[in-house]
């Protein structure tokens, strides 16, 4: 158990749709990064976030956001969903940002649109 | 643009050890390297890092090149539960962890 917790771990949605993944960091990590991984697709970055403030921004769509908030949770808005968009979003966080930091990864998220 | 370059797939015998290569021929000298792993279903989890020593935990060992242009991960017993994917990854100030294509070890009984 790497001690990020990542729900829903499973969702099922329409095209055109709208869904909200929700990331909680480990106690204590200030650092939270979104990952996608299509099938036989890399792990693609998104986004980065840091106490509260966005980071970096890495392969991310307009029909994408995110935020994290002041407990230092974060969720990943996905809107107008595309059969495409049916991948593995995975959330990680670290203590800070940096080169000699270690990430953890949480499970997470199936998301299938039909 | 590629910083790291892994061979794509590897083989290993059970209970044997396992090197995997990572070439990072345009390393810059304020450049960690990091190691992660990927199982099959699960969330990628870290390995190990170095920056200029080699470096071991219980996990594995990293060899660093002198001229830090290449380096090995070392599975010192490989086992089933070792096959996965592992990604050499480079970082350097704030930088994000950005994974390449990575090696996918394959462990045979």
């Known amino acids: 158990d790497s001690g990020v917790t990542q729900t829903p771990k499973h969702l099922i949605t329409a095209t055109g749709q709208r869904v909200t993944l929700r990331c909680s960091p480990r106690s204590g990590d200030l650092s939270v990064y979104w990952y996608q991984q299509s099938l036989d697709q890399g792990l693609q970055f998104l986004i980065q976030y840091y106490n509260g403030e966005e980071r970096a921004k890495g392969n991310i769509l307009e029909r994408f956001s995110a935020q994290q908030f002041p407990d230092l949770h974060s969720e990943l808005n996905l809107s107008s969903l595309e059969l495409g968009d049916s991948a593995l979003y995975f959330c990680a966080s670290s203590v800070i940002s940096g080169q000699s930091t270690e990430a953890f990864f949480g499970q997470g998220t199936r998301l299938t649109v039909v | 643009d590629a910083k790291t370059t892994q061979p794509n797939s590897m083989e290993s015998n059970e209970e044997e050890p396992v090197h995997l290569p990572c070439n990072h021929s345009t390393i810059s000298g304020t450049d960690y390297i990091h190691w992660y792993r990927q199982l099959p279903s699960q969330g990628p989890e870290y390995v190990i890092h170095g920056l200029t020593s080699n470096v071991n935990n219980r996990m594995a060992s990293l060899a660093i090149a002198e001229d830090r242009k290449s380096s090995t991960l070392i599975l010192h017993r490989a086992t089933l539960r070792d096959a996965a994917v592992y990604y050499c990854?480079?970082?350097?100030?704030?930088?994000?962890?950005?994974f390449g294509k990575g090696t996918r070890l394959s462990v045979i009984a």
């Open positions: 990854i480079l970082i350097s100030g704030n930088t994000p962890l950005v």
